[in-house]
Nanobody
Framework: QVQLVESGGGLVQAGGSLRLSCAAS????????MGWFRQAPEKEREFVAA????????NYADSVKGRFTISRDNAKNTVYLQMNSLKPEDTAVYYC????????????????WGQGTQVTVSS
């Protein structure tokens, strides 16, 4: 089992920045590709970004490319999502997720999930 705990969400004005963190415990962190997903009210959970086991193989949703950056620190068992130039449409609950080995971008392909952290961007 892998336990994931997100932090760093909050309320920010449009154009602002936030950095989300996701701390993992329970298994060898570097065995897992990590992803960030988000879910807005009454919408499906959608892919945001993913990162390979050792920091490569970066993937981003088109809607966040150039604004968001995913990274990880295997020594700290933590994955990050730096979010810049935030827009009101980025408002959602953000979840981190883990899956063994390969980076993929569909939510159903991830095995472990955090509880989520709320990000609200005001206009």
């Amino acid at each position: 089992q892998v336990q994931l705990v997100e932090s760093g969400g909050g309320l920010v004005q449009a154009g602002g920045s936030l950095r989300l963190s996701c701390a993992a415990s329970g298994r060898t962190f570097s065995n897992y590709a990590m992803g960030w997903f988000r879910q807005a009210p009454e919408k499906e959970r959608e892919f945001v970004a993913a990162i390979g086991r050792f920091g490569g193989n970066l993937n981003y949703a088109d809607s966040v490319k150039g604004r968001f950056t995913i990274s990880r620190d295997n020594a700290k068992n933590t994955v990050y999502l730096q979010m810049n130039s935030l827009k009101p449409e980025d408002t959602a609950v953000y979840y981190c997720a883990a899956r063994s080995w390969q980076v993929l971008t569909r939510a159903e392909e991830y095995d472990y999930w955090g509880q989520g952290t709320q990000v609200t961007v005001s206009s």
